[in-house]
């Protein structure tokens, strides 16, 4: 997606949240992050603090990533990713490596919303397209799970969120990306393959 087609889309602030506990531990890149999202809540020693009860345009939240994976590198993107159950909102029927994976779509629409409106309901179940999704398509008789992605956030990002959803229930959860079916690599897609 290109920064024009961020028009209108937000982010909740409890997703935001993730990005700073991830990197936490680079005090000059939390800062730059907290200016390139333009936060200006701050806290009582007046540092700039993320609220995770506003939602931050998605115009200014999407270079974040560029700078961490031009600071950080892949790896942290996939600390980012990894961190985001810890801190989003999440769908509440969350009870295994299954309906683990299979939320994350409905978790990626819970956290963002398009001019002001949540873009899903879980009460009637609706979602709004504009974002893209994270499908997921279990392999019968196996101990695996494939989710092809075509939303809008970084693959070394997926592959850290889905790793870490995967490996709360079965830690010893393995993910693998055929680096050649990759959007990267200008596939339309990424897929993504969860075994255990």
Not at 168 to 176: C, G, I, K, S, V
Request: hydrophobic share 35%; charged share 20%; proline share 7%.
């Amino acid at each position: 997606m290109t920064p024009h087609s961020y028009r209108g889309l937000s982010v909740s602030g409890s997703s935001t949240i993730s990005i700073i506990d991830a990197v936490k531990g680079f005090s000059v890149l939390v800062e730059e992050l907290m200016s390139t999202m333009k936060i200006t809540t701050r806290n009582s020693e007046g540092k700039p603090v993320v609220d995770p009860a506003a939602w931050y345009p998605l115009e200014d939240y999407m270079p974040v990533y560029k700078k961490i994976e031009s600071l950080l590198g892949g790896r942290g993107l996939e600390k980012v990713g990894s961190t985001i159950p810890q801190f989003a909102d999440m769908p509440a029927n969350i009870r295994d490596i299954h309906s683990a994976l299979a939320s994350i779509d409905v978790a990626y629409h819970m956290n963002h919303r398009l001019d002001g409106k949540p873009m899903f309901n879980p009460a009637t179940g609706e979602m709004v397209e504009g974002i893209g999704h994270v499908g997921y398509q279990p392999v019968d008789g196996k101990n695996e799970i494939h989710l092809v992605c075509d939303d809008m956030y970084p693959c070394r990002f997926n592959i850290g969120l889905i790793r870490g959803m995967a490996q709360r229930f079965q830690p010893q959860a393995e993910l693998t990306h055929d680096p050649q079916k990759c959007r990267l690599k200008g596939a339309a897609t990424c897929t993504y393959v969860v075994t255990w």
